[in-house]
């Protein structure tokens, strides 16, 4: 299991953009997705963006689809997701997380075993 630790978080404008990391101590192995879900107050954790370490393979929540980029250096053992035109309903905790053989279910909170503690992310209007 590894340990992660993000960073970035902040309060920004409408508009702005912020980038998020999360460092891995221990090995991601190859058959790891790391992903990315936010927990707005009031509502479900949900689903923001996934990928898969060996391939590189991406995947994103509809919503978050060209304004959102999540990346991965191997070297360093960190996920980013870069944030662009932030609206205010971005407005979260973002949790990294990272899981073995997740496969297609890489939207699925439950199958992912280590979470960061997750920074928040406030988008004034």
């Known amino acids: 299991q590894v340990q992660l630790v993000e960073s970035g978080g902040g309060l920004v404008e409408a508009g702005d953009s912020l980038r998020l990391s999360c460092a891995a101590s221990?090995?991601?192995?190859?058959?790891?997705?790391v992903v990315w879900f936010r927990q707005a107050p009031g509502k479900e954790r949900e689903f923001v963006a996934a990928?898969?370490?060996?391939?590189?393979?991406?995947y994103y929540t509809e919503s978050v689809k060209g304004p959102y980029s999540i990346s991965r250096d191997n070297a360093k053992n960190t996920v980013s997701l870069q944030m662009n035109s932030l609206k205010p309903e971005d407005t979260a905790v973002y949790y990294c997380?990272?899981?073995?053989?997740?496969?297609?279910?890489?939207?699925?909170?439950?199958?992912?075993?280590?979470w960061g503690p997750g920074p928040q992310v406030t988008v004034s209007s």
């Open positions: 221990g090995r991601i192995f190859s058959s790891y997705t």
């Open positions: 997380a990272a899981g073995p053989y997740v496969g297609i279910n890489y939207y699925m909170r439950e199958k992912y075993d280590s």
């Open positions: 990928i898969q370490w060996s391939t590189g393979y991406r």
